[in-house]
């Protein structure tokens, strides 16, 4: 009996080995092969006169860090995190605690941005985000695409131009937090990427900042 049970935790462990080892490399290959889909869709739309990467380290995204100095962008810094795809144990667990791929955006512009505005999808953070001066700006709920976002603004128009670039956006649900930020002077986008509209999603906000920003709604 004790050898029949031994014989069977050994297979199990043996099988367990071997759906581990391909899931790594079958999710490790699906990781790299989306890093370098965004990173060459970003690349193609922003057109970065100099750029510099950092990997994050095993196979869960890089940061990137590009000098634009055309039209209203300055700088653009983006953060890209994956899901350990290639972790059979992990891969669960990040499921329930991160939920899905995410990528943070924070463009520079040479526009001086004086007012702030946020737009944060309602439920999406476990803890509330850190704003500054939160206490001093007003407070509603507004729907986009089906979705409450709470919008918090120092002036009504500000939102509304955030409110309108989320509802451009190519599945807007995917847009959890827009800011506009005048003490470090960005246009900050928390969303969740998807390799089919990752180019369309970076005009759109190229074209606000380029656009929309440069204009100055948001500087005077």
Known sequence: MKLEMTSTILWAIMIL???TSIQFYKGRKWNLQLMQHYLRSIEDVVKPEDKDYVWLGGYIGFRAKYKVNRDNIRKLEYTLTLLPRHSLLYFPIALITSRHDKLYFV?????QIKREAHLIQKGYYRLKPDIENEPLLQKEEVEIAGKTYEALFEKKRDVEKLKS????????ANIKHVALTPKTNVFYVQMKPEPETISDDVKRLVDFVN????????SS
């Open 17 to 19: 080995a071997a759906v």
């Open 107 to 111: 463009f520079k512009p040479f526009a």
């Open 165 to 172: 670039l989320v509802d451009s956006m190519a599945k807007p």
């Open 211 to 218: 656009g929309e920003i440069k204009e100055n709604p948001f």
